[in-house]
């Protein structure tokens, strides 16, 4: 439906976004995920209409978007700070957008119920925005921006400013409302977290550049590159050369005098290639004895253990110095633990538990 | 309460004392029975009637509200564009100079504006009376006016008229429907702030007044130069009393505001 060609945009000197084309589908939950300053925001403000492009065109539903103003636009945003107008009562925000397309009143009125009946703000209604707390402010901020039923809805860091719990439950109000309306979302955060809980496809960008666009589940399992492993969630590298030995199959000789890892990797290396194996803690097992069956074993001493109540994580440092994370679910009472400083472990993992990433 | 230090209280009695002495004596003595100025001869009103009777007072009156109501809403009106350009306006070209120069007149002393606006108007071969002096407080009280309302524009959340645009303004919509609104307290100081300036002007409005209009201040000056008489007296305790219920009416206003306001965001913490 959204369709970048090469979007180029450029402050004086600085390029906050290079060369860009990306799709976005239709009813799609897209994400924008990386870290501030990577050009995300930017992205966003030209589908709102507050930037134009440097270069390039941006296509919404088969139409060049670039001659269109933001007050134009089938596209709403939903601001940072929420931008709710303070002189006018929550009715009114939400109300604002209605009105300025000459809505017939009784028509306003029945859209305006909706959405605070979606929102679940019925007896705010009459309040003004100071008069409601944070969590209610970001309700009506939604209402407002969804009440015109944007074609795409823009969600500028929509919780940065709740606090933990509160977000956690946003975040799925906002997928059902995602369903329940069937919009198309377009949301820009720093939170991974955040980024995987609610978005279809996740973008992860990186200096004005989309590194990987992929579902959540494949960013996160099958990353393309070192920075998009190192971005989402915790990782270990462990650095290596590869050595083809069948059809994405590799042998990968990271310290000598020990064996080769051995790798299923979708990405193609050539022999002697460097590369890093990247591998997730909870993918990473801890046992006492070497298992038989493993494809990967490798000792080590443990140096540190993060008790954090549901999981642990031990931190090994192997014979090349590396520290590599391991994470165990705790089963058992504490006092149980098989496992304590300084103990010697043997870590294993299968050959399809990592990935294989040029350096 | 707690009590003040004898030094504490020697110093604010002077310093009052030396604020109000003056206007006290002035009060008390527009009550004098006496035509004597320092002689006090027993309390009367009867000044005050002498007052509504003198035409030339009146008439100086009328038109001294007259230009302080069209000058500070002009001034307030392009006081306010002129703050929002600067404000908002990006960089164009000049905009540090354009900036800098809103200032100036707020020091340049007061004979210098009168005078040049004096030769402009004789040079232009415009008539000195009501409008002359209307374009002469125009143009001082505008930089006060834009001064107060850019220090607002500067704190305002811009993306609240950027909300106002996604959600179908003009931009012209937006500014009336949101931005306005939102920064009216200090449109309406500003044109309290003109208003202010414009009633109490006298050396501004001597030079771009003509013989058909004089205001209040002039008249006032003038009557003083042929002696101090008790109307003048009266006069002046009207107009203290005018300023002072204003000022305290404004004081109360924006204190019942703010306490109401901290209620409600209390309110809205606590649920």
Known sequence: ?359 | MKRLSWFNAVSLTLGFAFLYIPMVILVIFSFNESKLVTVWAGFSTKWYGELMQNEAFLNAAWVTIKVAVFSSTIATVLGTIAAYVLVRGGRFMGRTLFSGMIYAPLVMPEVITGLSLLLLFIGIGLDRGVFTIVLAHTTFAMCYVSVVVSSRLVTFDRSLEEAALDLGCSASEAFRLVTLPIIAPAVISGWLLAFTLSLDDLVIASFTSGPSATTLPIKIFSAVRLGVSPEINALSTIMIAIVTVGVITASLVTKRQVAKQKREEMEAVRN
């Open chain 1, 1 to 359: 439906m959204i369709h970048f060609q090469n979007v180029t945009k450029r402050y004086g000197d600085f390029t906050a976004i290079d060369d860009l084309t990306i799709g976005i589908y239709e009813k799609e939950f897209y994400a924008l995920l990386g870290p501030s300053g990577c050009g995300k925001t930017t992205l966003m403000r030209m589908l709102a209409g507050f930037e134009t492009p440097s270069e390039g065109t941006i296509h919404l539903a088969g139409q060049d978007i670039a001659p269109v103003p933001p007050n134009k636009r089938a596209v709403n945003m939903m601001f940072q700070s929420y931008a709710l107008f303070p002189h006018l009562s929550v009715w009114e925000n939400i109300a604002f957008g209605l009105k300025r397309e000459k809505m017939p009143k009784h028509d306003i009125n029945d859209r305006v119920e909706e959405m605070l009946r979606l929102t679940r703000l019925e007896q705010f209604a009459r309040r003004k925005p100071h008069q409601i707390s944070g969590g209610q402010r970001q309700r009506v901020a939604l209402a407002r921006s969804l009440a015109k039923h944007p074609k795409l809805l823009l969600l500028d860091e929509p919780l940065g400013a709740l606090d933990k719990k509160l977000r956690q439950e946003t975040q799925f109000e906002l997928m059902d409302i995602q369903e329940k309306t069937g919009t198309t979302f377009v949301i820009v955060t720093h939170d991974q977290e955040e980024a995987m809980t609610v978005a279809s496809r996740v973008a992860v960008m990186d200096h004005g550049k989309i590194i990987q666009v992929a579902t959540p589940d494949r960013i996160y399992e099958t990353p393309n590159s070192v920075y998009v492993a190192d971005f989402i969630g915790d990782v270990n590298l462990i650095e290596g050369t590869a050595k083809p030995n069948g059809s994405d199959s590799y042998a990968m000789s990271w310290h000598e005098g020990h064996e080769p890892l051995a790798v299923q990797s979708p990405n193609g290396f050539s022999d002697g290639q460097k590369c890093q194996l990247a591998i997730r803690p909870e993918k990473v097992s801890i046992s006492a004895v070497k298992p038989e069956t493993a494809d990967n074993a490798v000792q080590g001493k443990i140096l540190d253990i993060a008790y954090l109540g549901n999981i642990s994580t031990y931190h090994v440092e192997l014979p090349t110095g590396a520290v590599i994370k391991a994470q165990a679910a705790n089963t058992r009472r504490i006092a149980r633990r098989a496992f304590t400083w300084e103990d010697t472990v043997w870590l294993s993992w299968t050959a399809t538990a990592g990935v294989l990433l040029a350096d």
